[in-house]
Each structure stands twice: as structure tokens, then as C-alpha cells.
């Protein structure tokens, strides 16, 4: 193998686990932008997603497809009545109060994903077929493609839904101001319920498409959670082009890092990348630094 | 009168009471039901019951309660109940602290057996160190027990030696050149450290030296550093998801060299979830795994048959070798105290001298100088065949 190889090799897997790291990022976004707290129950959601997939899949034996939207639907549903359940009851809810809601929940999840399922390490296989794809070389998995796709059309209907939806543009400006939202007219329970569905089913479909090549157990869930929210942060909270943007910088950083200097050093390299980009611009990459400001967290 | 028969009635009460308390009338020997209820020994486990080395810490607390169970039903340890008191430490040292730290004072347990892993069980060592309580460790890695600390045993093979049988394999088949890879975990680390110190000495040059962060999801930028070498085969030290995902990322770079894993593989559920890609992965393990194929004149077929049967049958999965762990250590402190009674210093003593204890990892032969008791026969060579564990010949 060349350094050409190499390189391109060493992109492919930066691209890979970018894109992992990118997919979990999404869903910290909507509810940050929805109701301007991290749910730091994202993890979990992501892991729910892979667990339930691998337990339809294998245990239940439904078709890939069937299992496919039927976990994500379960797990917006374990999403939504989370809300119901945790958030909704709060008067006056502060941000503060409400993460440390999502931590319990996060507990409460992974425990219950450890009763449901045990503790053993599930893989699932790919959507079409294990062969590596050649180009120049290098390889990349077939399931690489399938989350840059479903990434893909993930970024573009959120853009879409926030962007150009009555709904979306309401769950916005619930985030901006609360008050002011309900002042003319929206209910803004009922976007902040939306908002936990929508990301509870943006983390199972991350967790489903990961899962393949980078497993799943009940514990999984935080420490992706750990690196998709550095991402979401690098990216600029609450901007979905800019967490996929991060999600590649992370990774590539990663994968170069660990090719050509250290193994060692490949997550210090991804750090310090995130650090100085934070010095310089606090509000992320692709934040808008006037929004950051009426922002609480 | 008054006064002298009362001396006389007080020395006769005397005399009675001291001839049956000692001696070979006493009322302990003649009538040990008067003793009920005996005091319950206790003996602590830290297990890392959940967390991320929970497949570490689960069979091992089933086995635990499992033996506790048996000794009980069998009447006990000379008639005392065992009691294990088993802590859960999440795979995380601090807390881990603080379980050994609560078995300890509060409970004051006899023995501590655990913990799983090799990273909790050095932030232990000072605290059973200072206390004296003798701790039996299900960890694998080397420095636990070298140098010797006085309290501290464990029971998994070593690391050096699963080094070893890896690299003495690998010059049967004429290997010379091979690549390491391993986790930033205290087990991989302490792979590592072993794979580079024994490596002169068995005439294997390391090509390449990569490292990847437990929890990482792709190690194919390592991987294709390794391919760019001149390496003749991979070692992986680490423990899952890492041992599965550097299978699969193997196959998907197209590397055909054989892979060899730590004797961390000992769980037919890895092999099983690597799929195609754990096909030919060649791993040192404890003879546990292999018990079917072993013959009928092993010294330990009978206790690994044993514990595999019954395992099975209580908890109706697949035995690992790590509960396995815990059987030896759990069974040494038993025969430690069966002997030499409720004392934490003869127990200790006792572990250290024992020799010819027939575990579920090997024979064990302590020593002052060895407080791991296994040599590298304890190991075998397996390697996946259809999605099995066989011996590799």
C-alpha cells in the first residue's frame, strides 16, 4: 500500500466515523432548538434504536425493512412518553432542571435496555451485503453509504421542517422566547413534545444505521452520546449542516491522526481541533453567534 | 461454713466451666449444636456487575451466588454459613474504591474476591494492602501480581504467558514479523506492555505498534497502517466491542493475515457476533471453553464438566471462562477457611501455600513468589471454526 492509498483509506475511515459521530449530533439539535436544552438522554435513544432493530431483526424475526420503521416508531413513541411522563408535569420548568431530567432519564434507559436485553455486545447486518467497496485502493463499507444517504435526506427534511413549516418555524420560535411564543398563539408544550419525539426517532434511525459497524450494547449509547455532542457543539448548537460538518472534521482528524502521528494521540488531536475552534468562535462553526446570545445554555 | 461452701461450690463451677470450654470435654466439641446459629463467614465480592464490563462481572456474580448456594445447602463451612456479599462496581475504579472500602469496615468480610478487571484491581491494592484482608483477583494483567503484594492473589492466567503461547504459536507456523494492536484500557495496556517485553525474547519483531480507545468504532485507519507493513499477522489485546469491530474491519480491508486475539475472547457470543469475520481468529484460552474435547483422564475435566453443567443448567446460557475466574478464586478462599477457620491472616497464609488446587483455569502451585499459581500450560490454543470454539491443531 502507497501513501497515496493510505490517505484516501485513512479519509474513507475518517468519513466513516464522522458520519457515526454526525447522525448522533442531529438528534442533539432538534431539541436544543426546540426548547433550547441538551438532552443529555440522546445516547440512549440512539442505543434504543440499535437494540430494538437487533431484537426485532433477530429475536422477533420481522423483515429488515418492517423492523426498520417499526423500531423507529417505538422508540419516538418511548420518546414522546418520556415527555409526557418527566417534562410535561413541570409548572415552571427551569433548563437546568429539565437536563438534569434527561440525565435520570439516560439512567433509566440504559437500565431498562439491560433488563430487556442483557449485557452482551449485538451486531446486525448490513443493509446490502458485507463486501468492502474498492475505489483507488482503499475500501469503504456498502453501510457507510447507507448513512450518509439516510444522513443526507435526514439534513434536508429538517431544513426543510424548520425552515418552511408552520410547525417548525413555531418550534423555533418556542426556543427563542417561550413566553413570547405562547403570547401569539403557540402551544408550546405541544412543540416540546414534538421536539422529543422528532429526536427520540432521529436517534433510533442513527443507532439502527450504526449499528452494523459499530455495534450496539446497552452502554453504547453515552459514549456516542459523548462524541455526537462535541460534534453538535464544534458544529454549532442547533445547526444541522453544520453538525455534519463537524461530525467529518472530527472524524477525519481522528483517522488522519491516528494513521500518520499516534493511535496514541488520534482523540487528543480531535480535542484540541474542537478546543481551538471553540476559542475562536464560541458559538460553533456554523451557530449563529446573535442566537447564542438568547440562549441560556 | 457459709462462706467456705460457698468457695467450694464457686471452685467446683469454676472447674466444670473451664473443662467445658477447653479441653477434650468442652462443650464445642461435644455438643456443636449449642453454637447455633453459627456465625456466617463473610466474604466480599466486587464484581463489575454492570457497566462496561459487564460481561465481565455478570458470570461472575452468577457463579458467585451460585457456590454460595451450594456450600449452604451442603451445611456450610464447617458448619458456618457462607455469606457473599456482593458489590457491584460498575467497571469504575472509584466506585470500586469504595465497595472494597465498605466490605472492609462494615461488613468486615474475611477475604474479598475480584475485582473483574485490571484497572479497578490496582485501585484496590493499597486499601487491601493497609487493611490485610486477602483479595483474589479475577483481572488478568501481570503487574497485579508483580512484584508480589502479600495480600493480593489472582486467579486468571497470566498475561505474559498468553503472550507467550501467541508468539510461540506464531514461530510454529513460521511467523516472525506481526503487527500489535490494543486498547487504551487497563487490560490492553497491560497486553501491550507484555507483547513488547517478550517479544525479543521469543524472536518476534514488531512491525507496527497501534493502540485504539476502548469505546472507538473503527479501527481501519489503524488497520491500514498495519496492512502497509510488513507484518505477517495482527495481535488484538483488547476487550468487546474493540475485539469484534478489529475482525470486521480486517475483513473489510481485505487482510488476510491471521489474526490473533487475547485470551479476552473467551466467550462464544464474540465469535458469534464478528460472524464471517471472527472465522480463524486463534486465541489462548483456559480449557473451559474446550471441555468437550478434552479427555477423560485431564485433571480437570471433572471440575470444568462440573461447573460447565451446572452453570448452564442454573442460568441456561453459555459458560465463560470469567465466571470460571471467580469459581477459582471463590473455592480457594472456601478451602482457605474450611482449613484455618475465620482468620484473615491464616487465610492468607493458607493461599500461599496451596498447591495442586484443581480450578477451572489450571492447576494452581502458590508461592511466596507467585501469588498467581498458573504456569502457561493453564493456556490452549483455540481458534473459530463454524462458529465454534475448537482446539487448533
Redesign the interface.
Known amino acids: 500500500?502507497n501513501l497515496g492509498d493510505?490517505l484516501l483509506?485513512?479519509l474513507?475511515?475518517?468519513i466513516?466515523?464522522g458520519a457515526?459521530y454526525g447522525m448522533v449530533a442531529l438528534g442533539f439539535n432538534i431539541i436544543y432548538s426546540a426548547t433550547g436544552i441538551i438532552n443529555l438522554a440522546q445516547g440512549e435513544f440512539v442505543m434504543l434504536g440499535g437494540m430494538m432493530m437487533v431484537y426485532l431483526t433477530a429475536i422477533i424475526k420481522l423483515p429488515m425493512v418492517v423492523s426498520f420503521f417499526l423500531s423507529i416508531l417505538i422508540v419516538t413513541m418511548i420518546g414522546a412518553a418520556f415527555e409526557r411522563a418527566a417534562i410535561h408535569p413541570l409548572k415552571s420548568p427551569s433548563v437546568l432542571t429539565l437536563i438534569i431530567i434527561t440525565v435520570a432519564a439516560s439512567i433509566l434507559f440504559k437500565?431498562g435496555a439491560?433488563f430487556a436485553w442483557g449485557?452482551?455486545?449485538?451486531?446486525l447486518p448490513p443493509f446490502s451485503g458485507?463486501k468492502?467497496i474498492?475505489v483507488l485502493g482503499?475500501?469503504i463499507?456498502p453501510q457507510t453509504l447507507w448513512i450518509l444517504g439516510i444522513m443526507g435526506a435526514t439534513v434536508a427534511l429538517l431544513i426543510f421542517f424548520f425552515g418552511f413549516t408552520l410547525t417548525g418555524k413555531a418550534m423555533r420560535a418556542c426556543a427563542a422566547n417561550r413566553t413570547a411564543a405562547s403570547l401569539v398563539g403557540i402551544n408550546v408544550r405541544t412543540m416540546v413534545l414534538l421536539s422529543f419525539a422528532l429526536s427520540a426517532g432521529i436517534g433510533a434511525t442513527a443507532g439502527i444505521i450504526?449499528t452494523p459497524?459499530?455495534?450496539m450494547?446497552?452502554?453504547?449509547g453515552t459514549?456516542?452520546a459523548v462524541k455526537g455532542f462535541s460534534v453538535a457543539v464544534l458544529g454549532g448548537l442547533g445547526s444541522n449542516v453544520g453538525a455534519v460538518v463537524a461530525g467529518f472534521i472530527i472524524g477525519i482528524m481522528?483517522?488522519?491522526g491516528?494513521?500518520f502521528i499516534s493511535?496514541?494521540y488520534?482523540?487528543a488531536i480531535a480535542l484540541v481541533v474542537l478546543l481551538l475552534v471553540l476559542f475562536i468562535r464560541p458559538s460553533g462553526l456554523l451557530g449563529s453567534r446573535e442566537r447564542a446570545e438568547f440562549k441560556k445554555f | 461454713m457459709r462462706k467456705k461452701g460457698k468457695i467450694v461450690v464457686g471452685v467446683v463451677v469454676a472447674i466444670v466451666i473451664v473443662l467445658l470450654l477447653v479441653g477434650p470435654l468442652s462443650i464445642w466439641r461435644w455438643v456443636p449444636m449449642l453454637r447455633k446459629p453459627a456465625v456466617a463467614y463473610k466474604v466480599g465480592a466486587i464484581f463489575a456487575v454492570t457497566g462496561p464490563a459487564a460481561w465481565l462481572g455478570t458470570p461472575e456474580r452468577n457463579t458467585a451466588k451460585m457456590i454460595e448456594q451450594e456450600v449452604n445447602k451442603a451445611g456450610g463451612i464447617n458448619g458456618h454459613p457462607l455469606e457473599i456479599i456482593i458489590e457491584d462496581t460498575v467497571g469504575d475504579a472509584t466506585r470500586t474504591v469504595t465497595a472494597a472500602k465498605k466490605l472492609i469496615t462494615k461488613d468486615e468480610v474475611l477475604a474479598i474476591v475480584g475485582p473483574s478487571r485490571s484497572g479497578t484491581t490496582m485501585a484496590v491494592i493499597p486499601i487491601v494492602e493497609e487493611a490485610k484482608v486477602p483479595l483474589v483477583s479475577c483481572a488478568a494483567a501481570e503487574s497485579i501480581v508483580v512484584p508480589v503484594k502479600p495480600w493480593v492473589f489472582k486467579t486468571p492466567q497470566k498475561d505474559s504467558d498468553a503472550a507467550v503461547k501467541i508468539y510461540e504459536t506464531m514461530r510454529e507456523r513460521g511467523i516472525s514479523k506481526t503487527a500489535i494492536i490494543t486498547a487504551t484500557s487497563g487490560f490492553g495496556d497491560q497486553g501491550r506492555k507484555q507483547l513488547k517485553k517478550l517479544a525479543p525474547e521469543l524472536e518476534i519483531e514488531i512491525v507496527a505498534d497501534e493502540t485504539y480507545g476502548p469505546d472507538d468504532t473503527d479501527m481501519t485507519a489503524q488497520l491500514t497502517k498495519i496492512k502497509a507493513s510488513e507484518a505477517q499477522a495482527v495481535v488484538n489485546w483488547s476487550i468487546v466491542p474493540g475485539q469484534v469491530i478489529v475482525a470486521k474491519n480486517m475483513r473489510q480491508l481485505g487482510m488476510k493475515i491471521p489474526l490473533f486475539q487475547s485470551h479476552g475472547f473467551g466467550n462464544i457470543k464474540y465469535a458469534q457476533t464478528a460472524g464471517e469475520a471472527g472465522e480463524g481468529i486463534i486465541f489462548p484460552c483456559g480449557r473451559l471453553l474446550a471441555v468437550d474435547t478434552l479427555s477423560d483422564d485431564h485433571p480437570q475435566k471433572e471440575v470444568l464438566a462440573k461447573y460447565k453443567k451446572e452453570y448452564e443448567a442454573k442460568y441456561e446460557e453459555d459458560v465463560s471462562t470469567f465466571g470460571g475466574h471467580a469459581w477459582d478464586g471463590l473455592q480457594l478462599v472456601i478451602a482457605a477457611l474450611r482449613e484455618v477457620g475465620p482468620d484473615r491472616e491464616k487465610i492468607r497464609d493458607y493461599l500461599e501455600n496451596t498447591k495442586n488446587f484443581v480450578g477451572t483455569g489450571g492447576i494452581f502451585n502458590f508461592s511466596p513468589e507467585d501469588h498467581s499459581g498458573l504456569t502457561k500450560d493453564a493456556f490452549e490454543m483455540l481458534t473459530v471454526k463454524n462458529g465454534k470454539f475448537v482446539v487448533l491443531e
Open positions: 500500500m493510505q483509506q485513512y474513507f475511515t475518517g466513516t466515523i457515526i437500565g439491560m449485557k452482551h455486545t449485538f451486531s458485507e468492502p474498492s482503499a475500501t463499507l450504526i459497524i459499530a455495534l450494547n446497552y452502554d453504547r459514549m456516542l481522528e483517522s488522519l491516528a494513521g493511535s496514541g488520534k482523540d
